[in-house]
């Protein structure tokens, strides 16, 4: 049987709690085991404070990028990110023979020697 407790980020960080771990090696250790094995963490909030923090931004950030006009779109899932640039942008894209030629024209020598 699993118990969950459920707890506020502050009462984390403010050291309300602490961290219990129970390293084990197989999946029915005795009360032995989990006594001799177990290691409590107090303070592991304010340790933890300045990752806290950049997490916040990042989500901030990505809460932001992912809004959309709907013509660009920014997608994160599980930590991979894709791009959806809608249909407005790319059916005024250049055409094949027009796009090789701009790939010629970028890639002149005499105009990269004089950017």
């Given at each position: 049987?699993?118990?969950?407790?459920?707890?506020?980020?502050?009462?984390?960080?403010?050291?309300?709690?602490?961290?219990?771990?129970?390293?084990?090696?197989?999946?029915?250790?005795?009360?032995?085991?989990?006594?001799?094995?177990?290691?409590?963490?107090?303070?592991?909030?304010?340790?933890?404070?300045?990752?806290?923090?950049?997490y916040q931004e990042?989500?901030?950030?990505?809460d932001a990028a992912?809004?959309?006009?709907?013509?660009?779109?920014?997608?994160?899932?599980?930590?991979?990110?894709?791009?959806?640039?809608?249909?407005?942008?790319?059916?005024?894209?250049l055409r094949f023979?027009?796009?090789?030629?701009?790939?010629?024209?970028?890639?002149?020598?005499?105009?990269?020697?004089?950017?």
């Amino acid at each position: 049987m699993r118990h969950y407790l459920t707890m506020s980020v502050k009462d984390f960080f403010n050291g309300l709690l602490a961290l219990c771990v129970v390293p084990v090696a197989d999946d029915a250790p005795s009360p032995e085991v989990i006594r001799e094995r177990s290691r409590f963490v107090f303070g592991v909030g304010a340790q933890l404070s300045e990752a806290w923090t950049a997490y916040q931004e990042i989500e901030k950030a990505t809460d932001a990028a992912q809004r959309t006009d709907g013509r660009v779109e920014l997608e994160i899932i599980e930590g991979q990110v894709r791009f959806k640039i809608g249909s407005e942008i790319w059916a005024e894209g250049l055409r094949f023979d027009a796009a090789v030629a701009e790939i010629v024209k970028r890639s002149n020598p005499a105009r990269l020697a004089s950017s």
